[in-house]
Antibody, heavy 119, light 110 residues
């Protein structure tokens, strides 16, 4: 079964750091671009970051310089290191796989992990 | 901030047809980038519903269809069913902001 499982969310103080992980199973991980998308409670979806198969990285403007996306093909996992966290970063964070048929579409999503930035 | 605009809500009785619009600009939909649609049932992760403007992934019922014209796109649900009650989001690529999602539309089955 194709599956993505996030972990690493939690409560962190403003200015703090958190590292999210996403573990993949059921597909050839190294062949896919991978994304992070977040959703504040009761609000819409917001794309955060992506990493290509060659390790090329892309970020939402407001997280550039604070967040770092990475991948570890041997462990079929990728990560989002979040530093200098702000209250506005509070959200459910989803990892998602880009489709091979249309790489701009996200065809598999994880269940999400909650990040709360609060003092 | 979302650069793709959707109506906050649409509603219809079972069996009816509803349509959700997604309005962008010349830097995203109008630039030729594809539009994709996602369904988010309450308390769950989004699910890909339509990709590449008009294509349905395997397992998505044929009552869901997509279209695109100019700087806008639309998702139609024909023969509305109770289980279609959810939030729906369009998504595209913007030449200045990278991947972008719509503001989201809540579909209510009366």
């Amino acid at each position: 079964e194709v599956q993505l499982v996030e972990s690493g969310g939690g409560l962190v103080q403003p200015g703090g750091s958190l590292k999210l992980s996403c573990a993949a199973s059921g597909f050839i991980f190294s062949s896919y671009d991978m994304h992070w998308v977040r959703q504040p409670t009761g609000k819409g979806l917001e794309w955060v970051s992506a990493i290509g198969t060659a390790g090329d990285t892309y970020y939402l403007g407001s997280v550039k310089g604070r967040f770092t996306i990475s991948r570890e093909n041997a462990k079929k996992s990728w990560y989002l290191q979040m530093n200098s966290l702000r209250a506005g970063d509070t959200a459910v964070y989803y990892c998602a796989r880009a489709s091979l048929v249309n790489p701009f579409a996200l065809d598999i999503w994880g269940q999400g992990t909650m990040v709360i930035v609060s003092s | 901030q979302s650069v793709l605009t959707q109506p906050p809500s649409v509603s219809g009785a079972p069996g009816q047809r509803v349509a959700i619009s997604c309005t962008g600009s010349s830097s995203n939909i109008g630039a030729g980038y594809d539009v994709h649609w996602y369904q988010q049932l309450p308390g769950t992760a989004p699910k890909l519903l339509i990709y590449g403007n008009i294509n349905r992934p395997s397992g998505v019922p044929a009552r869901f269809s997509g279209s695109k014209s100019g700087t806008s796109a639309s998702l139609a649900i024909t023969g509305l069913q109770a289980e279609d009650e959810a939030d729906y989001y369009c998504q595209s690529y913007d030449s200045s902001l990278s991947y972008v999602f719509g503001t989201g539309t809540k579909v209510t089955v009366l």
